[in-house]
């Protein structure tokens, strides 16, 4: 129990939270961890959303997939990070995505959502900061959901870089971003060969470096 609260207390979901009441909560909340292979599915859309997930150990990615087939990456996750708070929050009955571990020994502690949502008979202490923290949480996804959106408003395929890397960016020059190639043309929504040459010729313009998915910006596109 100590070796999951370790690496679960980093998550904002449980900020706040003592081990003291964590056992406890562990109970309260339905929580147990589940391990997965790499490329098992951890959801399965039209599924029904009823538990968030904070990732204990390897990562997982989201994927979005249109009548036609074609699949999307939205999301790469590792841990401590938690995902399914959006739809679990939001009670839809048929999930639209599917949820994959992305590596072998991918630990997962599972929460029912309503037992987050509801306060217990019990009365425990930490219900209120944990919904408190949910609502932090969203709050930061839906900032993160507008930077999508304006990334995906863009018109070209460097537009769409540009801005992408402007908000992955820190106080630093370099950085690294989560994905690789395949799964950066996925997230930007654009063609991987045109991106690649993209990024090529902003190399080769002296406006950035990389090498794999680090970065840096040497001047502003």
């Given at each position: 129990?100590?070796k999951?609260?370790?690496?679960?207390?980093?998550?904002p979901?449980?900020?706040?939270?003592a081990f003291?009441?964590?056992?406890?909560?562990?109970?309260?909340?339905?929580?147990?961890?589940?391990?997965y292979?790499?490329?098992?599915?951890?959801?399965?859309?039209?599924?029904t959303?009823n538990?968030?997930?904070?990732i204990?150990?390897?990562?997982i990615k989201t994927?979005?997939e249109?009548?036609?087939?074609?699949t999307t990456l939205?999301t790469?996750?590792?841990?401590?990070?938690l995902?399914g708070e959006?739809?679990?929050?939001?009670g839809?009955?048929?999930?639209?995505i599917?949820?994959?571990?992305?590596?072998?020994?991918t630990?997962?502690?599972?929460?029912?959502?309503k037992r987050?949502?509801?306060?217990?008979?019990?009365?425990c202490?930490?219900?209120?900061?944990?919904i408190?923290?949910?609502?932090?949480?969203?709050?930061t996804k839906n900032i993160?959901?507008?930077?999508?959106?304006e990334?995906?408003t863009?018109?070209?395929t460097?537009?769409?870089l540009?801005t992408?890397?402007?908000?992955?960016?820190?106080p630093?020059?370099?950085?690294?971003?989560p994905?690789?190639?395949?799964?950066l043309?996925?997230h930007?929504c654009?063609?991987?060969?045109?991106m690649?040459n993209?990024?090529?010729k902003?190399?080769?313009?002296?406006?950035?470096?990389f090498n794999?998915n680090t970065f840096e910006i040497?001047?502003q596109?």
């Amino acid at each position: 129990m100590k070796k999951i609260f370790e690496t679960a207390k980093n998550n904002p979901l449980l900020q706040g939270i003592a081990f003291s009441d964590f056992e406890q909560m562990m109970t309260c909340l339905s929580a147990k961890t589940t391990t997965y292979k790499k490329d098992d599915t951890i959801l399965l859309t039209g599924n029904t959303i009823n538990f968030v997930g904070i990732i204990l150990s390897g990562s997982i990615k989201t994927l979005k997939e249109d009548p036609n087939g074609q699949t999307t990456l939205l999301t790469q996750q590792n841990a401590p990070e938690l995902f399914g708070e959006t739809y679990a929050c939001a009670g839809i009955d048929h999930s639209p995505i599917t949820i994959q571990a992305t590596e072998n020994n991918t630990e997962i502690l599972l929460i029912d959502y309503k037992r987050i949502n509801t306060s217990c008979t019990s009365a425990c202490p930490y219900h209120r900061r944990l919904i408190k923290n949910m609502l932090k949480i969203i709050a930061t996804k839906n900032i993160i959901l507008n930077q999508k959106i304006e990334i995906l408003t863009k018109r070209t395929t460097r537009e769409k870089l540009v801005t992408y890397l402007n908000t992955q960016k820190g106080p630093t020059k370099k950085f690294t971003i989560p994905y690789n190639r395949k799964e950066l043309a996925q997230h930007l929504c654009v063609d991987r060969s045109a991106m690649s040459n993209e990024l090529c010729k902003m190399r080769n313009e002296g406006l950035i470096k990389f090498n794999k998915n680090t970065f840096e910006i040497i001047q502003q596109p």
